[in-house]
């Protein structure tokens, strides 16, 4: 064991191809402290650092047979590290954004339900104040918001003039923006 410390990385993974477990030891001492030392420094959390460090040296044995160097192992080493670390917060980022699409979508249907129940609401008072109109105003608004009839189509019909049908309507609608105050904004005549 002694006599691989002398030994360069290029016959270290010579001696790796071969299975040598001695050989895989030395350059794991070689470079696990540094490695982790430039993962720790990329990520958030220890833990992380150390499994990166640790898939590198199990993907380094695995492809022990098959594997070829075209720079310095060092480099190697390190792009490794930086490719996992790239994956590694590609991964969180991913995560966050999927926790922030459903906490995003959560308060959607929040929003939608406290709309609703507005709108409910609104509904309701807006029901009670037609109920207290006089009878003719309240035939005039509902003839005009749920039949979706004309000015004239309703003088015609109870045989007022078109003016008087107007005159009707726009008191109505002052009358419902006092009762209901900013409220019906966007539902007023």
């Known amino acids: 064991m002694e006599a691989l410390k002398d030994l360069t ?19 794991y001492e070689r470079y696990w402290k540094k490695l982790l030392y430039f993962a720790a420094q990329r990520t958030s959390e220890f ?3 150390e499994n990166i460090v640790q898939d590198i040296f199990v993907s380094l044995w ?30 969180q980022r991913t995560r966050r954004l999927h ?3 459903r906490a995003l979508s959560g308060d959607l249907l929040d929003d939608s339900t406290q709309e609703y129940l507005n709108f409910e609401e609104l509904r309701q008072r807006l029901e ?8 003719q105003s309240r035939l005039i608004y509902l003839m005009r918001k749920e039949e979706d009839r004309s000015h004239q189509e309703i003088a015609e019909k109870l045989g007022l003039s078109e003016k008087a049908v107007n005159a009707r309507l726009v008191r109505i609608k002052k009358q419902l923006r006092t009762g209901l105050d900013t409220f019906l904004t966007g539902f007023l005549l």
């Open 9 to 27: 990385n290029l016959e270290l993974i010579a001696l790796l191809r071969t299975d040598n477990h001695h050989a895989f030891s030395e350059l």
């Open 47 to 49: 833990a992380d650092a």
């Open 62 to 91: 695995e492809k022990r047979a098959t594997l070829h160097l075209t720079s310095t192992l060092d480099n190697y080493l390190y792009v490794s590290v930086k490719y996992r670390i790239i994956k590694l917060l590609d991964s």
């Open 99 to 101: 926790a922030e699409t």
């Open 128 to 135: 009670e104040f037609i109920g207290t109109l006089p009878a």
